[in-house]
């Protein structure tokens, strides 16, 4: 069976996950006090306790890599091995200490900076996205094409993109597109024009803080979301992370790619569900088991083995 493990992006995060598993595990309370160094940010507070600096994204960044990394060596130690890995966004750096490539530590360092960045960048006001849902992506492209200062972020799944850039641009884009029948165009509550060509800068200033990062051999292939192809070679990681800061997330063309090489199962590491309602719309034939909690760890056990044994 051909297990997959998938991480989300900001915006999924919670005050106490991976709370539980600290409370069980000595090692997960080391590696909370390993995030903390390496970040800089007083982590067990962020994670655990009653406050708003969770959802700024320089702190938001690094708190969501520790929690979900802790959750994959808790699958992990418990037999649960992923054949290839992805991430969407901010979900890729899980995905790349999965997959071997970086360091626990190192993941935290760098998403830390790259939180700093992608907000900071561009002087609040400027830049916004957008949802847009109910509309094909080729009407979409088509239509945010012309309108200069407009792109697409994420292509979530079919019937939901997002788009990026300069904040009248996007209400342009908006206003257009709702003309074109879409269902909802709703204006998200973000830092910054994300994975938008206004962040370029941005990547490029990470790419210095990428090149003194050590990047180790690939344990197990995974998909980049720059291309939404199967990265084998390390050779190319610094510059697919430095590209992903302001190119379109590719993740519908991620999990088709998924179905196209045989994985029969997602486990979505991370607060909420918001990676299996992508799965049902884009590959609905392959199942998704949700892992945030330590009792999640023995129910995909469970799951795992039923599914293998059909």
Same mark, same amino acid.
């Given at each position: 069976?051909?297990?997959?493990?998938?991480?989300?992006?900001?915006?999924?995060?919670?005050?106490?996950?991976?709370?539980?598993?600290?409370?069980?595990?000595?090692?997960?309370?080391?590696?909370?006090?390993?995030? *903390?160094?390496?970040?800089?940010? &007083?982590?067990?507070?962020?994670?655990?306790?009653? =406050?708003?600096?969770?959802?700024?994204?320089?702190?938001?960044?690094? *708190?969501?890599?520790?929690?979900?990394?802790?959750?994959?060596? *808790?699958?992990?130690? !418990?037999?649960?091995?992923?054949?290839?890995?992805?991430?969407?966004?901010?979900?890729?750096?899980?995905?790349?200490?999965?997959?071997?490539?970086?360091?626990?530590?190192? *993941?935290?360092?760098?998403?830390?900076?790259?939180?700093?960045?992608?907000?900071?960048?561009?002087?609040?006001?400027?830049?916004?996205?957008?949802?847009?849902?109910?509309?094909? !992506?080729?009407?979409?492209?088509?239509?945010?094409?012309?309108?200069?200062?407009?792109?697409?972020?994420?292509? =979530?799944?079919?019937?939901?993109?997002?788009?990026?850039?300069? %904040? &009248?641009?996007?209400?342009?884009?908006?206003? @257009?597109?709702?003309?074109?029948?879409?269902?909802?165009?709703?204006?998200? %509550?973000?830092?910054?024009?994300?994975?938008?060509?206004?962040?370029?800068?941005?990547?490029? %200033?990470?790419?210095?803080?990428?090149?003194?990062?050590?990047? %180790?051999?690939?344990?197990?292939?995974?998909?980049?979301?720059?291309?939404?192809?199967?990265?084998?070679?390390?050779?190319?990681?610094?510059?697919?992370?430095?590209?992903?800061?302001?190119?379109?997330?590719?993740?519908?063309?991620?999990?088709?790619?998924?179905? &196209?090489?045989?994985?029969?199962?997602?486990?979505?590491?991370?607060?909420?569900?918001?990676?299996?309602?992508?799965?049902?719309?884009?590959?609905?034939?392959?199942?998704?088991?949700? @892992?945030?909690?330590?009792? &999640?760890?023995?129910?995909?056990?469970?799951?795992?083995? =039923?599914?293998? =044994?059909?």
């Amino acid at each position: 069976m051909k297990i997959a493990f998938v991480y989300p992006g900001q915006g999924v995060q919670t005050v106490g996950m991976a709370q539980d598993f600290c409370e069980k595990y000595g090692w997960a309370k080391e590696m909370v006090d390993k995030a *903390a160094d390496a970040s800089g940010i &007083d982590m067990k507070h962020i994670l655990f306790d009653e =406050n708003e600096d969770i959802h700024v994204t320089e702190y938001t960044q690094p *708190a969501l890599v520790t929690a979900c990394c802790i959750m994959s060596k *808790a699958l992990e130690d !418990k037999g649960i091995h992923p054949d290839i890995t992805a991430g969407l966004s901010l979900g890729e750096y899980c995905a790349l200490v999965t997959a071997g490539v970086l360091d626990f530590e190192e *993941a935290v360092r760098l998403t830390r900076i790259r939180g700093k960045l992608m907000s900071s960048y561009v002087p609040a006001g400027l830049g916004t996205m957008a949802a847009i849902i109910g509309l094909p !992506k080729e009407t979409i492209e088509e239509a945010v094409e012309p309108i200069e200062g407009a792109t697409v972020a994420n292509y =979530n799944c079919p019937g939901q993109i997002v788009i990026t850039g300069e %904040k &009248d641009a996007v209400a342009k884009g908006m206003e @257009v597109l709702s003309e074109k029948g879409a269902k909802r165009a709703v204006e998200l %509550k973000v830092s910054g024009p994300f994975h938008s060509p206004m962040l370029k800068g941005a990547g490029d %200033k990470l790419r210095v803080e990428l090149d003194k990062a050590q990047i %180790k051999d690939l344990k197990i292939p995974y998909i980049a979301n720059a291309n939404a192809q199967v990265i084998t070679d390390t050779s190319s990681i610094r510059d697919l992370l430095q590209t992903q800061v302001s190119s379109s997330v590719m993740w519908e063309q991620t999990l088709l790619k998924m179905k &196209d090489l045989g994985v029969d199962v997602f486990v979505e590491i991370g607060p909420g569900k918001t990676i299996a309602g992508f799965v049902k719309k884009t590959v609905p034939e392959i199942p998704v088991i949700n @892992v945030s909690t330590v009792e &999640d760890i023995d129910k995909a056990a469970e799951e795992l083995n =039923n599914l293998s =044994n059909k």
